[in-house]
């Protein structure tokens, strides 16, 4: 069954599925509940993937942003290529 995800907390750098800070492993985002067996499936996303989603018009992670957070989305973008 599919379960309800939060997508904007992307841009946030939160998890969608607990609201947990990422963890910022190299090329990926870690949430710190990913080995903890809960039973929201914490996840593991490729920075470029978060651009990709934050980027498609279509995808729940842009669609879902407010007015204010897609004004910020440009910096959102920036700041995760710089690191």
Not at 11 to 38: I, M
Not at 59 to 79: Q, T, Y
Request: aromatic share 10%; proline share 2%; net charge positive.
């Amino acid at each position: 069954m599919f379960e309800k995800r939060n997508w904007q907390n992307l841009s946030h750098q939160k998890c969608p599925n607990c609201d947990a800070r990422l963890e910022d492993k190299g090329v990926y985002w870690f949430c710190p509940n990913y080995h903890e067996g809960t039973t929201k499936k914490c996840f593991v996303i490729h920075k470029s993937k978060v651009i990709e989603y934050l980027t498609d018009s279509s995808h729940a992670a842009n669609r879902c942003l407010s007015d204010h957070e897609k004004n910020e989305l440009e910096n959102v973008i920036k700041s995760i290529l710089n690191t």
